[in-house]
C-alpha cells in the first residue's frame, strides 16, 4: 500500500536555498565553475572579474552527497530519461516507462521529474491538482497508484500556470532537495525525466547521484535528422560525463491507424533514424514506439495508455523497448 500521508503544509519556493558565491559578471566560456579546485586558478580564469571570488569560494566535494547515498540506498535501479530535442515525446515515454514498470504489482516504481521549467508528468500522471506533504521523515512522493509515485515542482506551485524563471543554482538546490529530502523508501525503479538538452539540471543530478549509482540513461529521439543532430550531442555528453547509455528509443516511429492498424510513415527517418544512429555510435537500440492519437488523450486525461489498450501496435512496442531495457541495464525479471 502507498504511505499514509499528513496534512500539506505550504513549501516555500522563494526560500533561499545552498548559497554559491556571489559572482559579479557572467561566467566566461570554459569556466571551471565557481566551486571547482580550480576556480580562479584555470587558464579560463585570467582577466576574468571573478577571479579573487572564485579563488577564496569553498571548495571540495558537495557535503550533503553522503545524506543524497543513503537517502536512495534501497533503490535498487536508478534510470535516467534525456532527449537532445525538446517535443520528441520524453516525458510521454517516461510515464508509459513507470506505468510499464508498475504493471507488475510486485514493482516499487518512482519518478523524478527534473524539467523545473516545463513539469508537465503530473499531468500525464492524473495528479496535477496534488500538492507535497511534508512529514519528519521528509518530502512524500505523490502515489498515483499503490506501487507508483512521483515528485516534481509543480506539485509545489500555488498556480499551475505559474512560470518558474529561476538560474542555474536555484533549479540545482531544488533538484539536491528531491534527491536528499523525499522519503522514496523501497524502490525498484527511479526514473528520472530530465529537460531537453545538457545543462545545468543534467550536471546536477549526474554529480549528485554518482556515488549511489546510476544504471544508466534512456535516450529518446525522433526519426527525422532534426532530432538526431542533438541527440549526438545528448550521447556525446553522457559520454563525458561518465554515464552509460543503455540504448536509444525512436518515438514516433510511424503513425498508426486505431481504426485499420495501418502504419504510415509520418516523420521519416532520411538519414536511417535511431536505429541507424545506434549502429553509428555503438549503442543498443531499444526499439521504435509508432506514434498512436490515443496516447496523447491518455496523457490528456492522466491516463495509463498501457491499461486503456494493451493490444496496440505502440502498447506492443512499448512493451518490446522495456524488455530490451531490462536486458541492457542486467535486471531480472
Same mark, same amino acid.
Given at each position: ?7 500539506p503544509i505550504q513549501v516555500d519556493l522563494a526560500a533561499p536555498l545552498k548559497a554559491g558565491p556571489k559572482l559579479i559578471a557572467p561566467e566566461p566560456e570554459h569556466c571551471p565553475g565557481p566551486e571547482s579546485n580550480l576556480a580562479g586558478q584555470s587558464d579560463a580564469c585570467a582577466g576574468c572579474p571573478n577571479q579573487s571570488i572564485c579563488a577564496s569560494a569553498p571548495k571540495g566535494p558537495d557535503p550533503d552527497i553522503p545524506l543524497i547515498t543513503a537517502r536512495l540506498a534501497d533503490i535498487r535501479h536508478k534510470i535516467l530519461v534525456l532527449s ?8 510521454? #515515454? ?76 536555484? &533549479? ?7 534527491? &536528499? ?28 547521484? &554518482? ?21 549526438? &550531442?545528448?550521447?556525446? #555528453?553522457?559520454?563525458?560525463?561518465? %554515464? ?38 555503438? %549503442? ?24 486503456? #489498450? ?20 542486467? %535486471?531480472?525479471?
Amino acid at each position: 500500500m502507498a504511505p499514509s500521508l499528513e496534512e500539506p503544509i505550504q513549501v516555500d519556493l522563494a526560500a533561499p536555498l545552498k548559497a554559491g558565491p556571489k559572482l559579479i559578471a557572467p561566467e566566461p566560456e570554459h569556466c571551471p565553475g565557481p566551486e571547482s579546485n580550480l576556480a580562479g586558478q584555470s587558464d579560463a580564469c585570467a582577466g576574468c572579474p571573478n577571479q579573487s571570488i572564485c579563488a577564496s569560494a569553498p571548495k571540495g566535494p558537495d557535503p550533503d552527497i553522503p545524506l543524497i547515498t543513503a537517502r536512495l540506498a534501497d533503490i535498487r535501479h536508478k534510470i535516467l530519461v534525456l532527449s537532445g530535442k525538446g517535443g520528441v515525446g520524453k516525458s510521454t #515515454f517516461t510515464t508509459m516507462l513507470a506505468h510499464a514498470f508498475g504493471s507488475n504489482p510486485e514493482n516499487m516504481v518512482g519518478i523524478m521529474d527534473i524539467d523545473i521549467c516545463g513539469p508537465s508528468i503530473p499531468k500525464m500522471m492524473g495528479v496535477e491538482a496534488e500538492t507535497i506533504h511534508v512529514s519528519n521523515a521528509g518530502w512524500s512522493p505523490v502515489w498515483v497508484a499503490d506501487n507508483l509515485g512521483v515528485m516534481s515542482i509543480q506539485f509545489m506551485l500555488p498556480n499551475r500556470d505559474d512560470a518558474v524563471i529561476w538560474r542555474g543554482p536555484k &533549479k540545482n538546490g531544488l533538484i539536491k532537495q528531491f534527491l &536528499k529530502d523525499v522519503e522514496w523508501g523501497e524502490l525498484d525503479y527511479l526514473l528520472v525525466d530530465t529537460p531537453p538538452g545538457t545543462s545545468d539540471e543534467h550536471l546536477s543530478v549526474n554529480s549528485y547521484l &554518482k556515488e549511489s549509482g546510476v544504471d544508466g540513461a534512456v535516450v529518446v529521439t525522433t526519426p527525422q535528422e532534426v532530432s538526431l543532430l542533438d541527440v549526438r &550531442k545528448e550521447i556525446d #555528453f553522457c559520454r563525458k560525463a561518465g %554515464i552509460r547509455v543503455l540504448g536509444v528509443v525512436e518515438n514516433m516511429s510511424g503513425f498508426v491507424c486505431p481504426n485499420c492498424t495501418h502504419e504510415t510513415q509520418i516523420f521519416k527517418a532520411t538519414t536511417g533514424g535511431a536505429r541507424r544512429l545506434a549502429r553509428e555510435t555503438g %549503442i543498443p537500440f531499444l526499439g521504435a514506439v509508432p506514434l498512436d492519437p490515443r496516447i496523447g488523450m491518455a496523457c490528456d486525461y492522466g491516463e495509463s495508455f498501457l491499461d486503456s #489498450f494493451p493490444d496496440s501496435p505502440a502498447c506492443v512496442a512499448l512493451m518490446a523497448v522495456v524488455r530490451r531495457l531490462n536486458e541492457e541495464a542486467g %535486471i531480472e525479471i
